[in-house]
């Protein structure tokens, strides 16, 4: 496929990538909503369903190093390929699960698929857009990730109301198939013109600290914080990470070069991109529980209120005028204080206050739209060309574990002020006052069942305290991250980009043959 083919096809391409990323979003949270018809047609436990949740973000952001890696030596079109017919592959298997260990198995092969989609979708937008307007096709690329998160509680209610639990799953069959259909046909094959020597020690030792670190955080809420299970795993994680680092300052093929690091735009734009995604996925993390328990909304009424985050799909294809006006560092400050408001605001909503929970939800999500471009681009504007897979895979590994992180202290610090705001749980039998002291859903259950609604009003109220806990402690994260953006990134507006060689004819051609190396049918 000829360069001058490819500037005329990208924005089709853009539009093939997007519903890519429409995919992984929904498969995130679309299972939420399943949880207790699966939990009661499979007869999982509750550890069992907490892992059928987990598996896909554990094996995802596990993964995205390796699979930005293998991009960048075997091509990032065979990857989305590959990895889209996994996806879809393990959809259809995860819909027809005879038992929670297989469904927990699927949903690990579906995150595996979208650990090969999402570095490979950034990668080859920075290949077939010139500079000058990768800016604006990352805004595209953020609203469509976006937009499938609040969408797959949504679509999940819908079909929960309407179909038995393995529907939320087959979604993906048409969605699949379109892209897959669209990838073939449209998207160029593409490898670095050098070829890559695979690190495979530096490889193993990132996937394992990587997988250790997630199962660790996504542990810790259950097991708690000083528990051996979750110690072992975020320490072990630790050092195996560390010695990645040390591995990858000395060997002479590294997979993750840490000059990249040196880059105070790129470092500056990941450690954002990490704090960014703790507040949105730890925010929708709480809330999911406020409307469905707090508030006893069925999981469609559920979704729907989810969408009020759907303003970043109208901040996100504007940030790049905004990057225009003031630059990238003002706008992924401006972004993040945004987020902070939001959140602060949302802390002093009390429990049935629900418009001061949208309102500040719709806050969050614009100033997450706003941000989240500027600090993609300052990622990928900043990496070689040849290394565009594993940029694309810090990109993801920021999101995918600052969203993880967000999840384990948000809920960590929702349950810990939900359980010191409780009344005397004396009067209670031993096994009552566990199930008051757990959770809000197991208190409402419990008082149901004793008649005792006085007890059930101050759990709601308990419940409130940890949402204002929560709260504030993804405001606090914003502005901290609003503080390093400010103290790493560099000041003014960010630099123009040079032309892009794959306009056809107005580039000279030694530019035009650096540019499009690699480039084929």
């Not at 384990?408 to 749980?425: D, E, K, R, V, W």
């Amino acid at each position: 496929m000829d360069a001058a083919t490819v500037h005329k096809r990208r924005w089709a391409i853009l539009a093939v990538l997007s519903l890519c990323l429409v995919i992984s979003g929904l498969d995130a949270l679309v299972i939420a909503m399943a949880v207790p018809k699966i939990q009661e047609d499979l007869g999982a436990t509750v550890g069992e369903m907490q892992w059928s949740v987990d598996a896909y973000t554990l094996t995802f952001g596990g993964l995205l190093l390796l699979a930005g890696t293998l991009g960048d030596r075997f091509g990032h079109k065979i990857m989305l390929l590959g990895g889209l017919v996994l996806i879809l592959g393990f959809s259809v298997a995860a819909a027809f699960a005879s038992g929670p260990g297989t469904l927990i198995t699927f949903r690990a092969g579906m995150g595996l698929g979208s650990a090969m989609v999402m570095p490979a979708t950034l990668a080859i937008i920075k290949q077939v857009f010139p500079p000058e307007e990768q800016a604006k096709a990352i805004g595209v690329w953020s609203g469509a990730a976006g937009i499938g998160i609040p969408l797959g509680p949504v679509i999940g209610g819908l079909l929960l109301n309407h179909y038995w639990w393995g529907s939320i799953f087959l979604i993906n069959v048409p969605v699949v198939g379109l892209a897959l259909i669209g990838g073939f046909v449209l998207i160029p094959s593409w490898r670095a013109p050098k070829a890559i020597t695979l690190d495979l020690i530096g490889a193993f030792l990132a996937v394992g600290g990587l997988v250790l670190l997630v199962y660790g955080l996504i542990e810790a809420p259950a097991d708690g914080w000083g528990s051996g299970t979750t110690l072992a795993s975020l320490i072990g994680g630790a050092v195996l990470l560390c010695g990645f680092i040390a591995w990858e300052a000395r060997t002479a093929h590294p997979m993750l070069p840490l000059s990249l690091f040196a880059n105070r735009r790129f470092s500056g734009s990941a450690a954002a991109l990490f704090c960014q995604a703790f507040a949105l996925f730890g925010s929708l993390f709480v809330l999911t529980q406020y409307f469905q328990i707090a508030r006893a909304h069925d999981p469609l009424a559920s979704g729907v209120r989810m969408l009020a985050i759907i303003t970043l799909v109208i901040s996100s294809p504007l940030a790049p005028n905004v990057v225009k006006m003031i630059g990238d560092k003002a706008t992924i400050i401006l972004g993040m204080l945004l987020i902070g408001a939001g959140a602060f605001a949302l802390a002093t909503a009390d429990v049935d206050a629900e418009t001061t929970v949208l309102i500040s939800l719709g806050v969050m999500g614009f100033g997450i739209g706003l941000s989240i471009p500027p600090s993609v681009d300052g990622i990928l504007a900043n990496a070689p060309e040849n290394q565009a897979g594993t940029a694309s895979a810090v990109n993801d590994t920021a999101l995918q574990v600052g969203g993880a992180v967000g999840v384990a202290i948000l809920g960590t610090a929702m349950t810990s002020a939900y359980q010191g705001a409780l009344p005397s749980l004396d009067a209670l039998s031993p096994a009552d006052r566990s199930n008051v002291h757990d959770s809000l859903g197991s208190a409402l259950a419990t008082t149901a069942r004793i008649g005792d609604t006085g007890l059930a009003a101050k759990a709601v109220d308990a419940f409130g305290s940890g949402l204002h806990a929560a709260a504030i402690t993804s405001g606090i994260v914003a502005l901290v991250g609003a503080a390093v953006t400010a103290f790493l990134m560099p000041r003014g507006l960010k630099q123009p980009a040079k032309p892009h060689a794959v306009q056809a004819g107005q580039a000279e051609q030694t530019e035009q043959t650096e540019q499009t190396a690699g480039l084929a049918d």
